[in-house]
């Protein structure tokens, strides 16, 4: 089989799925199948109006916090906490090992330290002159 390398600029969700198969194959060798599972914890104003939230996922048993916004509006009246909490809550429910996520340094590692999440890696220079942080919180040990 003679096989080649082309770059793309503009991949579709064609070349996505084509190069996630195999991966999927593979981990599913490794590691067993897993439900991946979404989940959004909403945070709304007195019109219904969504003005930030929680938003992540479930798979092979840890739940990802993709995203996490508070609104000036909300801040520290323990909107961050509350989510963070009903975050959790939701991860035992779905008997995940834990939780993680990444923030830059200009957002809220401390919060998440706060929280009671472990620092378990860092990118430096991304973007440059900042760092992004990965914590985690381990639920199951």
């Known amino acids: ?13 064609e070349h996505r799925a084509a190069i996630l198969a195999p991966l999927r194959a593979h981990n599913v060798s490794q590691a067993g199948p897993s439900a991946w599972e979404p989940i959004a914890l909403l945070v709304r104003d007195e019109h219904d109006a969504v003005l930030g939230g929680l938003y992540g996922h479930t798979f092979y048993r840890w739940l990802f916090i993709e995203l996490l916004a508070v609104p000036i509006e909300g801040r520290g009246q323990g909107i961050g906490s509350k989510l963070m909490q009903m975050a959790e809550d939701f991860a035992r429910e779905k008997d995940c ?20 999440y472990t620092e378990c890696g860092e990118i430096v220079d991304y973007p440059l002159g900042h760092k992004r942080h990965f914590f985690q919180k381990r639920l199951i040990d």
């Open 97 to 116: 090992v834990g939780i993680w996520l990444d923030t830059f340094s200009f957002q809220a590692p401390e919060f998440y330290k706060k929280v009671g």
């Open 1 to 13: 089989m003679n096989l080649r390398i082309e770059l793309t600029q503009t991949p579709t969700e």
